[in-house]
Structures are given as C-alpha cells and as structure tokens.
C-alpha cells in the first residue's frame, strides 16, 4: 500500500532527526521538517480515506455476486425440477411420483431364551423385514402402506425364524390407513394405523402392533394440551357380539431450561366383550398371555368353552423427561396402570395355583442416555417392570419381556452402538421373574407347581434401515 510507504519515509526522517547532533540541526531546518511530516501525515490521512472507500465498493462488488449466484442456483433447481417433471412425463411416469415417500427396515437377530425348569435354553436366528410407502393424497389428507414379515399373523411379532429347511417365509400386510389432517391441530385416523395414544418406552404396549379402528386426535400446539379418542376392532364374530376397545388420552407437553421437554399424560381404555369372550389371536385360548381364564359356564358365553375371566377398563398415567446430561441426551420415564374390573378370583384343589382377586396394577421406571443415531454414537438404557396377572390386556403387552405376558416383572438392560448412517447394533437383555402371582405347573426337574420362575433373554440385533 502507499501509505506504508509514506509511513515509512516520515519514520526514516524521525529517525535521522533524533540520529544527528543537537548542535547540527538549525530552527529553519526543524521548521521545515515540522512541515514536512505536516504534509505527510495529511497525504497519509487522504489515502486511508481512499483505501475505506476501495473496500467498500469490494464489499458492494462481492454481495451482489452472491445475490447472482444465489438467484442462479435457485433458477439451476427450478430447472432441474422442470427437467424431471418432463422426464417423468416422457417416460410415461407422471409428477405423482413426488408424492410418494418410500421407507424399509430390515433386522437380523440372534436370540437366547433361558426359562427355569425347562429342558434347555434356545438359541434362534430371526430376520425382520419391513418396507412400504407413505403415499400424499392432497395437501390434507396422507396413507401410508406397509408389508412385514410375520409367522402365523401374530400382532405382537413381525421376526422370522431362520427354520424349516431354507422355506419361503411370509410377507403379510402391516398397516394400511389414511390421515386427514385439515389443520396443525387436528388430525382423523382410520384403518390399520400406528398407535393412536401416546407412549413411553415401557413394555405395556408391544411396539409392533398397528391398531385397526378409527381415531382422533387434536393438539394446542408444539407446547401445551392434547388429547385424542380412539376405538379399535379386536374381534369381529357374526352370530355374537363383538370384542373392541374405546378409550381416551388427554394430556401436557411443555419445555424447560435448556432444550428440556417434559410429557404427562392419562388415558382410559375400556373393552367391551371380552370377559366370557375369546379375543385372542385365532381365538386360541393358549394365546391369553398371562390373563385369567375359565370354562366356567356362568362366565363363559354360549358356545364358548374357555375364556377371559375379567373384564379390563384400564386407567394408564405416564411422565416423561427429555434432558441432556454432560452434553448426550436423556430420557427418564414412569408408567403406571390398574384395571378396575380384575375381581375373579379362583381356589383351586392346589393352592399354588389359586387365583386371588385384586391382581389389577402394572408399573414401570427407567431411563435412556445418549442416542445412536450418527456414525459412532451409542446409547444405554434400563427399566424396571412388574405387570400383575390382569393388570393389562395381554393381547397389548410386549411379546418378548417376562415371556411375552402378564404376571411377571424383572429388569431390562439396552445398549446401543451406530456403525454408520442407518446402521446399528443393538443389544437387549431381560432379567425377568414370571409366575409371581400364580404358579406354573413344571415337570423338570421333577413335576410340581412353582413361583417366580427366572426368565432371562439375550437379543442381539443388526438394524439397517433405508
């Protein structure tokens, strides 16, 4: 710059004055020194001014490039859209393609199953797989489709087992319903839909059921009041009533301190025709999961021989927390259900496998640090879980802990650990007690009724999703 150089020359001249004797330097000759760096010290002045007008004209310059740039790459993708919609229609394909999200999930699991007086634990390989869209009718309303994986049709399950000689295995529909939704606040739900009510990460509601039925829903807001009603099909039956469950929820979403979220919710879920009714899947009365059972005639509905001992109008309340902690996020999580209708009760000719009444209450606590999400990252969790005998409908809770029904507690222990993006490994690990209300005939080691069997299960999973 040129004013660097001036700089320098009226340093140069302070120098040589101070370097050169008192006696030399006369009065005219300092005057004229004075002048001098008056001079320069003014040119230096105009020149900084100078160069504060060259940045300014850069900066004008260089923000109207960007404006160039910006509204050039906006005409580039308003192209390259107009570019594909022609394509499309070229090819015969059409712009309704944009309106399609497509979406799939596929699980290889090892699984180990060790229950106390059996013969021995089982080892089993099992595949999960999971594809379909979410298709966008108009600006309101959505379906969403989906196929998976399933032995037998079982609500609770869409794994496979690695068996049977290579075979093909099934592919059955998993859900199929349509989403209006005319405002950010309300929404209508009908078909075979994700849960309609909120959850925690309890093992009250196995994860892979998809209710059938109708439900609405309607929310204040990010924060604030929701609420939603829900009625659902559990068996539809031609010449007898049909079993069902109507329920509620209403509850607060709301924020604190950094970045925390808190939930609390109450719901209410009553269903109808199922005491002296079979609503199990195929109707099968092993598949009661824990619940109580008869052949009494005076509970038992004409023409059926074996069925739900209670009726089950179940009050559910949960809280959640949403934190972080040293930086990683948190979840804390409580859950606590009764049914007001468990009153059956059973002596029978061994008192081990008597039936008090009253077994209505299910409660369950836990937590989940860190999240494996992004390539690297990991997470841990734990809950604890006590579900007595006809606290639940069993047809709701999870098919793995406690074996998969009511009349159980124990811990679970989870860890997570992602590879990659959508790449995971999961490891899951029951600690469980089943029988803790009513014995469970055995015949190992030697046959007897026992209390509190040890229930332990080992999942290790590879998750991909896509």
Known sequence: MRHKSVQWVVMAILAASAAAPAAAV?????????????????????????????????????????????????????????????????????????????????????????????????????????????????DTVKVEIQATTTEGGDSRSSNQTLTNVSSRKALDLDTAYAEWAPNASWKLTFGKMRYPWARTATYFYDND????????????????????????????????????????????????????????????????????????????????????????????????????????????????????????????????????????????????????????????????????SNPGTWEFGYLYQKVEKDALFGQWVDSDFAGGATDGEGSAIKFGYAFARNWRFNLTYMLNKTNNDVAAAVTVPVARTVLDRDYKRLQLDLNMSF
């Open 26 to 138: 006369s009065a005219s000759d300092l005057e004229a020194l004075k002048s001098q760096l008056a001079a320069l010290q003014l040119r230096l002045a105009e020149l900084e001014r100078a160069q504060a007008a060259q940045q300014a004209q850069v900066a004008e310059v260089r923000a109207a490039t960007d404006t160039v740039v910006a509204a050039t790459t906006e005409q580039q993708e308003a192209i390259d859209r107009t570019t594909d919609t022609l394509a499309q229609t070229r090819a015969g394909i059409g712009p309704w393609v944009s309106a399609f999200t497509w979406k799939g999930d596929l699980r290889y699991r090892n699984e180990t199953i060790d229950q106390e007086y059996t013969l021995t634990e089982r080892n089993r390989d099992r595949i999960r797989a999971r594809f379909g869209f979410v298709a966008k009718v108009n």
């Open 209 to 372: 059921i998809n209710p059938e039925g109708v439900a609405a829903a309607w929310q204040q807001g990010a924060d604030g009041l929701f609420a939603s009603a829900f009625y659902t099909q559990l068996a539809e039956r031609g010449t007898q009533a049909d079993s069902n469950m109507a329920g509620a929820q209403v509850g607060w979403r709301g924020g604190f301190g950094d970045g925390g979220r808190y939930t609390l919710a109450a719901a209410y879920f009553d269903h109808g025709a199922v005491q002296g009714y079979n609503p199990f899947l195929d109707a099968n009365i092993g598949k009661a999961f824990g619940n109580s059972t008869t052949t009494s005639a005076a509970i038992c509905r004409r023409g059926i021989t074996a069925c739900l001992a209670n009726d089950y109008d179940v009050i559910d309340v949960f809280g959640e927390v949403q934190t972080s902690l040293a930086g990683k996020p948190l979840v804390l999580f409580a859950e606590y259900a009764r049914n007001g209708k468990a009153d059956y009760a059973f002596a029978s000719a061994s008192p081990a496998l008597n039936i008090p009444s009253g077994l209505d209450s299910a409660y369950t606590a836990g937590f989940t640090y860190g999240k494996a």
